[in-house]
């Protein structure tokens, strides 16, 4: 977690997270240093990660939860991408109006940035979310998480996750089979 635009964090923290497909998500804080207040927010992050999880369909993005528009395509490397508009078609705290990157022959989701649907707390008044998806162990799994939020009588933070286990498997290149 870091105030404002600091460079060095005022707390680390290290979670371990399990998910059993189709909906079993768990968490384990390993180590937690600095503020307190940076552990109490990870804890309530990752409280409706697994809240999230038990929800099963009505978070995912699927035509169920969102309207889709084509913005562009980009390149990502080798790998073209499609951008879209994703418009959640409910005020949901677990939605997010953005955008998404997909990869063009996968459709593998390869980013996705936005603001929630509707904010996920009292005291946050703007929250800006990206999360970045690769390839681990033959699972599209999200490996990095950044935050920028605006905290009610505190101000800005951000916070930044990243997926530490194993970092030489990872792959955003998709994966083609001959």
Do not use: C
């Given at each position: 977690?870091?105030?404002?635009?600091?460079?060095?964090?005022?707390?680390?923290?290290?979670?371990?997270?399990?998910?059993?497909?189709?909906?079993?998500?768990?968490?384990?804080?390993?180590?937690?240093?600095?503020?307190?207040?940076?552990?109490?927010?990870?804890?309530?992050?990752?409280?409706?990660?697994?809240?999230?999880?038990?929800?099963?369909?009505?978070?995912?993005?699927?035509?169920?939860?969102?309207?889709?528009?084509?913005?562009?395509q980009e390149d990502f490397?080798?790998?073209?991408?499609?951008?879209?508009?994703?418009?959640?078609?409910?005020?949901?705290?677990?939605?997010l109006r953005g955008q998404?990157?997909?990869?063009?022959?996968?459709?593998?989701?390869?980013?996705?940035?936005?603001?929630?649907?509707?904010?996920?707390?009292?005291?946050?008044?703007?929250?800006?979310?990206?999360?970045?998806?690769?390839?681990?162990?033959?699972?599209?799994?999200?490996?990095?998480?950044?935050?920028?939020?605006?905290?009610?009588?505190?101000?800005?933070?951000?916070?930044?996750?990243?997926?530490?286990?194993?970092?030489?498997?990872?792959?955003?290149a998709p994966k083609h089979?001959?």
């Amino acid at each position: 977690m870091f105030p404002g635009y600091d460079k060095q964090p005022t707390s680390e923290v290290m979670a371990q997270i399990n998910f059993v497909p189709p909906d079993i998500k768990t968490y384990k804080i390993t180590q937690a240093r600095g503020n307190s207040r940076g552990e109490k927010i990870v804890r309530e992050l990752l409280d409706r990660e697994t809240e999230s999880a038990k929800r099963g369909h009505g978070s995912e993005i699927s035509r169920m939860n969102y309207d889709f528009v084509f913005l562009r395509q980009e390149d990502f490397g080798v790998a073209p991408e499609y951008v879209l508009g994703i418009i959640p078609k409910r005020k949901d705290k677990y939605l997010l109006r953005g955008q998404i990157w997909v990869d063009a022959s996968t459709f593998h989701i390869r980013r996705i940035e936005g603001v929630p649907a509707k904010s996920p707390s009292f005291w946050i008044k703007g929250i800006h979310i990206t999360l970045q998806y690769a390839q681990l162990n033959g699972m599209w799994i999200p490996v990095s998480f950044d935050a920028i939020a605006t905290v009610r009588l505190l101000g800005q933070y951000s916070l930044a996750g990243l997926n530490i286990r194993a970092p030489h498997q990872l792959s955003t290149a998709p994966k083609h089979e001959p």
